[in-house]
């Protein structure tokens, strides 16, 4: 079982940056990919990027391309996500995911995905 905890989010006016953080920890053969998620209010949580631990693949929703970036440390125990060119579309509680799952063209579905930190709100003022 993998155990997954946020940090980082907050405030920021439009145009400003963030850094999410994601510590993972317990046990590794469970998970080769960790994933960050948002979901706005009275929407359906979607996904953001996707890391694998294979070569640091990473794959990442067009909504965020170009602005966000996803990155891990050489003992995959943190993924961060930094954000920047905030919007206020961007607004959401962004939670880490983990799975094993085969390498993809998308970040998959939330259902892909059997560890969830509690999330981190990030809110974006225009």
């Known amino acids: 079982q993998v155990h997954l905890v946020e940090s980082g989010g907050g405030s920021v006016p439009a145009g400003g940056s963030l850094t999410l953080s994601c510590a993972v920890s317990?046990?590794?053969?469970?998970?080769?990919?960790v994933a960050w998620f948002r979901q706005a209010p009275g929407k359906e949580r979607e996904g953001v990027v996707a890391?694998?631990?294979?070569?640091?693949?990473?794959e990442y929703a067009g909504a965020v391309k170009g602005r966000f970036t996803v990155s891990q440390d050489d003992a995959r125990n943190t993924v961060t996500l930094q954000m920047n060119n905030l919007k206020p579309e961007d607004t959401a509680m962004y939670y880490c995911a983990g799975a094993r799952r085969l390498i993809a063209r998308s970040v998959g579905a939330p259902s892909e995905y059997s560890a969830w930190g509690q999330g981190t709100q990030v809110t974006v003022s225009s």
């Open positions: 890391i694998y631990n294979t070569g640091d693949i990473t």
């Open positions: 317990g046990d590794p053969i469970t998970t080769n990919c």
